[in-house]
């Protein structure tokens, strides 16, 4: 919610500085609507705000359009975490997604759960103020060293990287312009990395984040059929952007109901994760009894935590991606036609119909294709009844029967597009001989 508090002087732990008293913003979970008149009488179109004010609805508690759900499937406890929070940056609105996969314990992303959303609202120091930066850079350099004393040899040249690293759209120069996401998100990732240190903890988890602000919507204060003018709302233009660490995994779906995947794996066998990690750690790497490749002992390259492992180059550093989303009525009015081709997923101009979120405890099961078929196929087969909610649970479950065998979650995100889509089934074959096969007895698809 939109109110502050005042804090304390208090020491958050033995190795924090003390914080002096403070006026800050407690993180929203909740986006407002105005209230507004339903009654038969009224045409729709006609509808009347109420006298009442707002309404507030938190994100994890609107079915029809967040769908979540988790399970540890055979695991003794579920590591994995995920939130939802609406940020303030620079007088904005933006609506926050994450979800995280934690390993060695749970510790990681507990942590990032509850505080990640909020380092990168409040963010601002890093971006304006050098010497936050160098400050920063100062302790990964003193108290962590190997790799990180050669990454700060180029530090300026990597800060200059992700400033000029914005989206560029010709009608919105000046909100492109003031965008600061692409720097701001990886400075306090890293901020939230280092904070986790001091818990002495040796837990890690991997992320991935979704930052969804209206950029445009050419019908101010009409009802349609609410008058805020959000990502999912018709005539709106949105900027998706996107920051990734490890194997969790963005997908978005268009409006041929394709699977996009927008994340890459930072695994190992990622050519651009080897070429950077040869350069300081070329007898690291391994493959281990199944013929996976690891980096030591881990899996992923990238993460947050994983403290022994961050003097050889396991970094919190995200990988970012900027898309636009919305109707493709007012896109194909607001873009270029390369600006649209460049910028929207599959250069198809907008009307995407959902994203998703998802810990490797689903993709390693299912294929992206195959999730996005489990949630169409739902919506199509029952209606209404099939929102995001229930789709997210359905996917989980499907998880669960196949056999599993590590946490599951899921983050459906409804977009502009929900519900119309081909009814086309493109993994059915697929997905009913992985039913046909299951075992129950050896506790696996066969």
């Known amino acids: 919610?939109?109110?502050y508090i005042l804090s304390k002087c208090k020491k958050v732990s033995k190795n924090y500085n003390?914080?002096?008293l403070n006026f800050i913003r407690r993180i929203s979970d909740s986006v407002v609507f105005t209230a507004v008149d339903r009654s038969p009488s009224i045409p729709i179109r006609e509808t009347n705000i109420l006298t009442q004010g707002k309404l507030r609805v938190q994100l994890l508690k609107s079915p029809s359009h967040l769908g979540h759900a988790t399970s540890r499937i055979n695991r003794p406890y579920n590591e994995d975490k995920y939130s939802a929070k609406v940020l303030k940056?620079?007088?904005?609105e933006i609506l926050n997604f994450n979800i995280f996969d934690g390993h060695g314990g749970d510790q990681c992303s507990e942590f990032l759960t509850k505080n990640l959303a909020e380092n990168v609202e409040n963010g601002d120091s890093l971006v304006k103020t050098k010497k936050a930066r160098e400050d920063l850079i100062k302790k990964y350099v003193k108290n962590v060293g190997g790799y990180w004393r050669r990454w700060s040899k180029h530090?300026?040249?990597?800060?200059?990287?992700?400033?000029?690293?914005?989206?560029k759209l010709t009608n919105f120069k000046e909100e492109c312009e003031q965008d600061d996401l692409n720097f701001r998100i990886p400075l306090t990732f890293l901020k939230t990395d280092y904070d986790f240190f001091q818990d002495e903890t040796k837990s890690g988890s991997t992320c991935t984040s979704v930052f969804l602000q209206t950029i445009y919507c050419n019908s101010q204060k009409k009802f349609q059929p609410f008058y805020e003018n959000y990502y999912f709302n018709r005539n709106t233009i949105s900027k998706l952007t996107i920051a990734h660490l490890g194997d969790t995994r963005a997908i978005l779906v268009d409006k041929n109901g394709l699977a996009n995947g927008i994340t890459e794996d930072h695994h190992p066998s990622n050519p651009m994760e080897s070429t950077r990690l040869r350069r300081y750690a070329a007898n690291f790497f391994m493959t281990d009894s199944?013929?996976?490749?690891r980096f030591i002992a881990l899996a992923n390259t990238r993460s947050f935590g994983d403290i022994d492992y961050?003097?050889?180059g396991v970094t919190a550093e995200p990988d970012i991606i900027q898309l636009v989303v919305g109707d493709s009525t007012e896109i194909s009015k607001q873009l270029t036609p390369e600006e649209i081709k460049k910028h929207t997923i599959g250069g198809l101009g907008g009307d995407e119909l959902f994203l998703i979120l998802?810990?490797?405890?689903?993709?390693?099961i299912l294929t992206d294709q195959e999730i996005a078929d489990i949630i169409m196929t739902q919506q199509k087969r029952l209606g209404s009844k099939a929102n995001p909610q229930f789709c997210a649970q359905e996917v989980i479950k499907f998880v669960?029967?196949?056999?599993?065998?590590?946490?599951?979650t899921i983050l459906i995100i409804r977009l502009n597009g929900w519900g119309n889509w081909p009814n086309i089934d493109r993994t059915g074959e697929l997905r009913q001989s992985r039913l046909d096969d299951f075992n129950p007895r050896r506790g696996g698809s066969g």
């Open 310 to 312: 961050k003097e050889v």
């Open 1 to 3: 919610m939109s109110i």
């Open 155 to 167: 530090r300026e040249k990597t800060f200059e990287s992700w400033q000029n690293n914005y989206l």
């Open 400 to 408: 669960e029967f196949v056999g599993g065998d590590d946490n599951a």
């Open 18 to 20: 003390l914080y002096c």
């Open 290 to 293: 199944f013929g996976e490749e």
């Open 89 to 92: 940056i620079k007088d904005k």
């Open 358 to 364: 998802c810990t490797d405890g689903v993709t390693n």
